[in-house]
Antibody, heavy 114, light 107 residues
Framework: EVQLVESGGGLVQPGRSLRLSCTGS????????VSWVRQAPGKGLEWLGF??????????EYAASVRGRFTISRDDSRGIAYLHMNSLKTDDTAVYYC?????WGQGTLVTVSS | DIQMTQSPSSLSASVGDRVTITCRAS??????LGWYQQRPGRAPKGLIY???GLQPGVPSRFSGSGSGTEFTLTISSLQPEDFATYYC?????????FGQGTKLEIK
């Protein structure tokens, strides 16, 4: 069974950094691109970016709202994708999901507040 | 960026009804469109890929159609578990973009 599990969320002060992890199981992690999507409280879904598989160069793309502050990376040997978030703002408060072609994790809540 | 506009934003319907949700793209996205369902308090779930392909395990009462700039999600006979919010997502051009969502409520 395909599973994606996010971790690393929590309460963080504005301006600080946080790294989220997305651990995949039940499939060959290296074969798939992984996307990150977030949902602010009471709002819709916002696509943040993704990382292609190494077969396709492992390149990344980002939404304008996070480009330059957020970075996606992957460690295929461990089956994990990461979302590195810098210079966090209160507007970044959301549930963060990782996804892979139709499969979603359960999400991890990030709260940015002083 | 490609704008995805869903209509309606909300919809009230009864069990057994047939409902259609529309998603319009601001430019041609060919067939690079998926639909997602999100029940309250839950993570989204993939329903349809490439406009009309059903994700494994998704009931056949769900169907998708369209091409270019206009797409529809149809539920042929609503079941109680279908009351949720539905989103379209275009993956033709970066950045990928979601529609704003359609909340389907029980009448």
């Amino acid at each position: 069974e395909v599973q994606l599990v996010e971790s690393g969320g929590g309460l963080v002060q504005p301006g600080r950094s946080l790294r989220l992890s997305c651990t995949g199981s039940g499939f060959i992690f290296a074969d798939y691109a992984v996307s990150w999507v977030r949902q602010a409280p009471g709002k819709g879904l916002e696509w943040l970016g993704f990382i292609k598989s190494e077969t396709y160069g492992g390149t990344t793309e980002y939404a304008a709202s996070v480009r330059g502050r957020f970075t996606i990376s992957r460690d295929d040997s461990r089956g994990i994708a990461y979302l590195h978030m810098n210079s966090l703002k209160t507007d970044d408060t959301a549930v963060y999901y990782c996804t892979r072609t139709g499969h979603w994790g359960q999400g991890t809540l990030v709260t940015v507040s002083s | 960026d490609i704008q995805m506009t869903q209509s309606p934003s909300s919809l009230s319907a009864s069990v057994g009804d047939r409902v259609t949700i529309t998603c319009r793209a601001s430019q041609d996205i060919r067939n690079d469109l998926g639909w997602y369902q999100q029940r309250p308090g839950r993570a989204p779930k993939g329903l349809i890929y490439a406009v009309s392909g059903l994700q494994p395990g998704v009931p056949s009462r769900f169907s998708g159609s369209g091409s270019g700039t206009e797409f529809t999600l149809t539920i042929s006979s609503l079941q109680p578990e279908d009351f949720a919010t539905y989103y379209c997502l275009q993956h033709n051009n970066y950045p990928y973009t979601f529609g704003q969502g359609t909340k389907l409520e029980i009448k």
